[in-house]
Structures are given as C-alpha cells and as structure tokens.
C-alpha cells in the first residue's frame, strides 16, 4: 500500500493543483457561488468520508426540527435515481442513498430531499421551509452557505494525509478558512486541555473560528422495526457485524469491550448488499455453534438491507442496529448550540415560508 501510494503521487499532484485553481476561481468571483437569504447550514469535511457527517446533521435536526420548518438536501449518493427527489417513510436507499433514507426513517415530520444540483434543490426547498441543512457539501463551492460546520475525526486528524488519490484528502487543510466552527469527532471520552490545543495547532485554527470536541455516543440496540433489544452484550455471545462504512474501527472497539467474539464481515463505504452477501452471512451464522449470538449492523447499513430480494433471508436472521450520536466534551454543547442558534435567528425570516 505505501509504494502504490508512492506511485499515486504524481496524480495527487494535478488533483490538488485542479482543486486550488477551482477554489480560487470560485474565491475570485470566475465561478458563481449562490448565496440565499434562508438560513442554510453546511456540514462536510475535507477527507473522503468517516467523520461523523451524519450523526452531526442528526444532532442539528434534533436542535432545530421543533422551531423551524426545516429540511434536509443531500447529493444521494448511491442511488439508482437522478434529480430532484423527496424521500418518504417507505423510500429506499436506492431511491434517496443511505444516508437521506435514514434521516426521513428516524425524522419523519422533517423533509429529506436529495438532488445532484444543490442551487436547483435548494430552490426548490425554500418556498416551503426556513432552514436548510446540507450534508456532505463542503466542496460544493456553487452554493455559499450562512454557516458552515467542518469536521474532523480524531482517529486521522494525528496523521499526514496526501490528496486523493494516493490519500484521502479531498482537498488541502487550508480550505478550512471556509468553516465558521470545527469540530473534532469520534474523540475519546475524556480529553485534556493539553491534548486539545495540540489538536487545534493540528488544524490550525484561524481567529475567527471555534473549536468543540465530541465523542461517539453508542445507544441501546434495537431490531429493524425499532423494537428495543433488552439483554446486555456479555463474553458470552458472539456477534456477526455486519458493516459497510467508512471507518467501522470506533464500533469494533466498543463491541470489544463486551465480548471479544466478534466476526466482522466488513464492505466499502455505500456497499449496496447482495443476495450472496447475505447468503454468506446467513451460513456462517447458523454453522456458528455459539449458543447465544446475533447479528448487528450500524442504522446506515440497514437501509441498504430492504431491498425485495434481500428481504426473505434477512427476516430469518436476527439482525440489530446500532444507533449511535454524538455527545460534546468538555461542557462544549451549550456553546455550540448558541452559536448555531444565534446563526439562524438571526437569517430567519418567517416569511420565506408560504
């Protein structure tokens, strides 16, 4: 893997001068960013996936969905459709992506739009509501959101990156300017102050921004209807994980700390699950003779699990989710949730709405 990134150099090269001259065009006025008067909220990051996007856009649904006529607008990454597209309670993932499907199954009185074009979704979007949450948007320089949140996650934040393709990055560190706050995710439970300014000279935060630190919050599991599984994790059982993410090492590692009889059968990010995905899954299953074992995806994964022809082999298996969120370190939340408050008070206009 180190020498073929060696040899992916050369292309990160190009990718990162592309992305510089697209920004500065963007930056420079050349290209068009749109601005709107509705408050629209951002959340993104500069490497390719796993920093927590989702259980942030959550996090904020929870925050303004009682107050605010709100939606969200993904790009729908994944799906089978093109255009612009509203999820229902009975979409699925490849209709909308994973991720919208999930937000509209948990937050069904919120809108979930998905749309390639964010100008034309967001157009859209605007007669009807006044909050607009973008996920996954940060190098989507055409829109210019009112606030944008940047994340990064704790576990690669330590490491040098390179750009894509011998890295991870989408594009280099200092299109954090663009970022009205940062947050550090999927830090551990407790951080020192030390550790935490060492943190912001790795992100090199500017003056004009804050900083917060949150960790992965595991909730209780539930099976796929939503219905609460009431017995502890212990040594005793062993579980068959079942995961396509990008990072699934934060959830290895809390299910270690209950058993170590774990048997991952680990995907790329997105995986769209197939018959004998499932199929290999069920056999290893029923030939485990562990008397006490079960099945656990992550609440993405899931939404990839209904398909129709799926759905014969996974009603046989007992198969739980694992919602997760995040919790704030350090008495960070009541900043955090002022200063987006304070954001969208302030660009909140009721009659936006008709």
């Known amino acids: 893997m180190k020498y073929l990134r ?38 993104g990051n500069l ?56 937000f509209k199954h948990k937050f069904t009185d919120i809108t979930v739009a998905v749309c390639e074009d964010r ?14 949450l973008m996920d996954d948007a940060y190098q989507h320089r055409a829109v210019k959101p009112g606030f944008s949140i940047l994340l990064f ?3 690669s934040i330590t490491h040098p990156d390179f750009l894509l393709p011998a890295g991870n990055m989408r594009e280099p560190l200092s299109g954090r300017w663009r970022a ?52 502890a994790l212990t040594g005793d059982i062993t579980i068959f994980l079942l995961t396509g993410i990008a990072n699934p090492a934060p959830l290895v590692q809390h299910l270690k700390t209950s058993t170590t009889n774990i048997i991952h059968h680990n995907y790329p990010d997105h995986h769209q699950f197939t018959l ?8 290893e299953f029923f030939a485990c003779p562990a008397q006490k074992k079960i099945i656990i995806t992550t609440e993405k994964d899931v939404q990839r699990l209904g ?13 739980f989710v694992m919602p997760i969120g995040i919790s704030f370190l350090n008495n960070g939340q009541q900043l955090f949730d002022k200063t987006v408050q304070s954001y969208v008070r302030e660009h909140t206009t009721n009659n936006t709405i008709h």
């Not at 990162?16 to 008067?37: M, P, Q």
């Not at 100008?119 to 607009?132: D, E, K, S, T, W």
């Not at 940062?182 to 992100?203: F, G, M, Q, S």
């Open 6 to 43: 060696l040899l992916l150099f050369p292309f990160s090269l190009i990718y990162g001068l592309v992305v510089i001259i697209r920004n500065w065009c963007y930056d420079a006025g050349i290209f068009k960013s749109h601005e709107f008067t509705t408050p629209i909220i951002s959340v």
């Open 47 to 102: 490497a390719v996936g796993g920093a927590g996007k989702s259980p942030m856009v959550e996090y904020l649904i929870r925050l303004f969905k009682d107050e605010y006529t709100l939606a969200t607008l993904s790009r729908g990454y994944g799906r089978e459709t093109k255009g612009y597209l509203t999820a229902t309670t009975t979409t699925t993932a490849t209709e909308t992506g994973d991720e919208p499907a999930q």
């Open 119 to 132: 100008v034309n979704g967001i157009n859209q979007l605007i007669p009807h509501h006044n909050l607009i």
């Open 153 to 155: 996650d704790y576990n």
């Open 180 to 231: 009205d706050l940062l947050v550090i995710t999927k830090c551990p439970d407790k951080i020192t102050t030390e550790e935490e300014n060492y943190l912001a000279k790795r992100v090199k935060l500017l003056d004009f921004q804050q900083l917060f630190f949150t960790s992965i919050s595991y909730m209780p599991l539930h099976d796929i209807s939503g219905n609460a599984w009431n017995e």
């Open 276 to 283: 004998k995905n499932i199929s290999k899954l069920a056999d």
């Open 307 to 319: 398909g129709q022809e799926l759905q014969p082999l996974i009603t046989q298996l007992p198969v």
